[in-house]
């Protein structure tokens, strides 16, 4: 991929404890500052504005679709006999402490695969995933070896130790044709995409609707719970898993959320 150098003066901002919106301000300046390592893309910096907007709308907490959509994920690693979590630049800037934490409790490989991969931001990201604890990082470099059919974006090269022979593929933040690639080769695909109206979200198998920075630690913590239950049961979670529903829920909360808010809106006081 073709890079272009430039230079940016970015101000960096200590984020007061006291704003009221201080833990949304601490993960921007956190993609900032990933961005100025070389992990994350400018175009993950507007990908991240639209998921802000989503999470708004969702009230910045886990709802309990999502809670549903993780704990099938869960059951799904689980069970998987390669699993493989998908990391790109955003994902590994908010979550890769747990990242690397889901990967242990479910016996996962990791795997960088980037839009816009250049072998820099590879290895930057490879290594902050080490410096977590990662002992080995697919897809980077001469390891991405394979190609995705159908796909023309520089997602399509993936490891033919990882993602090509994986039966379940987490994505987080993905984009709509590479899932669909992926679940046309038969893989069982879970999303995390705070947007349930995005072509990842509608061709994922599992979509958890809800932000990484929430959803991997309690991805991580259902995982360890599930453990412990025998197939039986974790099959059982996946049979009675309807992700149309889900989205559906999803959408639906949005949609009650928001005239509540305009209710209650019109019904306070003027000036109040
Ligand atoms: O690191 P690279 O090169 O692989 O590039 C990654 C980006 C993010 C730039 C690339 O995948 C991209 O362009 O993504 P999109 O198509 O903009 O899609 C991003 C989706 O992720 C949108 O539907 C957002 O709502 C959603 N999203 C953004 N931030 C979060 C999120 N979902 C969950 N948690 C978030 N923090």
Redesign the pocket.
């Known amino acids: 991929m073709k890079t272009k150098k430039v230079f940016i003066e970015i101000p960096l901002v200590e984020v007061p404890s006291s704003h009221p919106r201080r833990e949304s301000l601490v993960?921007r300046e956190k993609l900032v500052n990933a961005m100025i390592k070389g992990i994350?893309?400018p175009?993950?910096l507007?990908?991240?504005g639209?998921?802000?907007?989503?999470?708004y709308l969702l009230g910045e907490r886990t709802q309990p679709f999502a809670k549903k959509a993780i704990e099938a994920a869960a059951a799904a690693l689980i069970l998987a006999k390669n699993p493989v979590i998908s990391v790109?630049?955003?994902?590994?800037a908010?979550a890769a402490k747990h990242i690397v934490e889901l990967a242990k409790v479910v016996d996962a490989d990791i795997e960088v695969?980037?839009?816009?991969?250049t072998y820099r931001?590879e290895q930057a990201i490879a290594q902050l995933l080490r410096s977590f604890g990662a002992s080995k990082v697919l897809g980077v470099g001469e390891d991405a070896d394979a190609v995705i059919p159908e796909l023309h974006s520089?997602?399509r090269r993936v490891s033919s130790r990882g993602i090509l022979r994986a039966d379940v593929v987490l994505v987080?933040?993905?984009?709509?044709d590479r899932t669909q690639a992926l679940v046309n080769m038969g893989k069982l695909v879970i999303a995390?995409?705070?947007?349930p109206l995005?072509r990842?979200?509608m061709s994922a198998n599992i979509t958890i609707v809800?932000?990484?920075?929430r959803?991997i630690p309690l991805l991580v913590e259902t995982a360890r719970r599930l453990i412990k239950e025998d197939n039986r049961y974790l099959r059982s979670i996946l049979r009675n898993y309807d992700n149309r529903a889900t989205l559906a829920e999803a959408i639906n909360f949005i949609a009650k959320r928001l005239v509540n808010l305009s209710k209650e809106l019109s019904s306070a006081p003027r000036g109040s």
């Open positions: 993960l994350v893309v175009h993950g507007i990908a991240h639209r998921g802000e907007c989503f999470d790109n630049g955003n994902s590994a908010l695969n980037l839009f816009y991969r931001r520089e997602r987080p933040l993905e984009d709509g995390i995409d705070l947007n995005s990842t979200s809800d932000n990484v920075v959803a």
